[in-house]
């Protein structure tokens, strides 16, 4: 156990580290509230026994910090004068764990740190049991998706900037889950449990029945989260029964993912693109990772965020970066699509300065149906 002793009486401070080293604990020490913050800042600590009159800052204002930085951390404050209405202002407030009056016995003093362990055990385990109630839940509710058919695919039309002809559709999850009701919570509960597979299954076979319906020479555009393309074999099964339509498919990857640190993305990807699948990488403009994605993953679309999209036509930096991309587009063969078009403004920009496809409320909203 890593101890902070602060005290800036150095007898009682020595005496203190001894008895504690002697217990076995690892001792750092302080002897004012400058020192003892940097401390703080430098390592971990299970408890802290701190005096209250210090050289600035005091010691409510050392476990004040502590408390922020290092929650689990047991504080006790130590003290032969406490000023009452504020040190138990600071007990309510959860900034104290326990209070010492000095002078006081070592005995009285490990016991009252004995207790408060104790006590922080049982509060966490009693915090752990709660939150694996609450995750066998979310993970059984998942499974109510799954299993009950909860989840779909709303639809939302791209089209051809220049001629305003359908391009294709962009699928885009939806729940009908009453508490996981949005793309987020379910995927954020596929990856907490590690569903993510079953989860890529559905949209997979969604997918597949909208190609079934929609005319053969449109092109639907699916989301693939990035921790999918770890998996060759499971890509591989995933996507078989759409090999005969490979051509109408477009796997979008956010650039926001993390897929570059993915070990076997690469492998995913070539078995895709040879099978004839498409790649687009989706919220270009968004992260950090642009130019890498965009050299490793080699897209055949290129979309665009709304955040750059947004207000085009009264932004010239906006306009020049999408000038940019389009001529990067046309001289690696690929297309570029400015998703979140809402106004006619926006898209008579995007069409002067050479954009392929259009994405928007301007053009529909995502539907259930057609």
Request: with cysteine; hydrophobic share 45%; charged share 25%.
């Amino acid at each position: 156990m890593r101890v902070l002793v602060v005290e800036d009486d150095v007898n009682l401070r020595s005496v203190l580290r001894a008895a504690m080293e002697r217990r076995g604990c690892e001792v750092e020490d302080a002897a004012d509230g400058t020192e003892a913050l940097k401390r703080i800042n430098a390592q971990a600590f299970d408890a802290a026994i701190v005096d209250y009159q210090l050289p600035p800052p005091d010691g409510l204002e050392i476990l004040r910090e502590l408390r922020a930085a290092q929650p689990r951390c047991v504080r006790m404050l130590m003290s032969g004068g406490l000023d009452l209405p504020v040190v138990m202002g600071a007990v309510n407030r959860g900034e104290v764990t326990r209070l010492v009056a000095k002078p006081f016995h070592l005995e009285a003093l490990f016991g009252a740190l004995d207790e408060a362990l104790a006590e922080r055990a049982r509060l966490e385990e009693i915090y752990g049991r709660a939150h694996q109630d609450v995750l066998d839940q979310q993970r059984r509710e998942l499974e109510r998706c799954f299993n009950e058919c909860l989840l779909q695919l709303a639809v939302q039309p791209l089209i051809e900037a220049q001629t305003g002809v359908l391009h294709g559709y962009e699928a885009l999850l939806r729940s009908r889950h009453p508490t996981l009701d949005s793309p987020a919570r379910v995927i954020a509960a596929a990856e907490t449990h590690q569903l993510l597979g079953p989860l890529a299954d559905q949209v997979a076979a969604a997918a597949a029945a909208w190609l079934r319906r929609l005319p053969p020479h449109l092109t639907l555009f699916i989301n693939a989260h990035p921790n999918e393309l770890a998996d060759l074999e499971a890509v591989q099964r995933r996507f078989a029964p759409l090999l005969a339509t490979a051509r109408r498919l477009v796997i979008e990857i956010t650039e926001r993912s993390n897929v570059l640190e993915q070990t076997d993305w690469r492998r995913a990807i070539v078995w895709l693109t040879q099978a004839g699948f498409r790649i687009a990488i989706d919220d270009l403009g968004s992260g950090y990772n642009s130019l890498s994605v965009l050299a490793e993953l080699q897209p055949a679309f290129l979309k665009v965020d709304m955040s750059i999209v947004r207000n085009i036509d009264r932004e010239e930096r906006k306009q020049r970066l999408v000038e940019l991309l389009t001529r990067f587009a046309q001289a690696t063969d690929s297309r570029v699509v400015l998703e979140g078009i809402e106004t006619q403004a926006e898209a008579a920009t995007a069409r002067r300065l050479g954009v392929d496809l259009l994405q928007g409320y301007l053009f529909g909203r995502p539907a259930l149906s057609l």
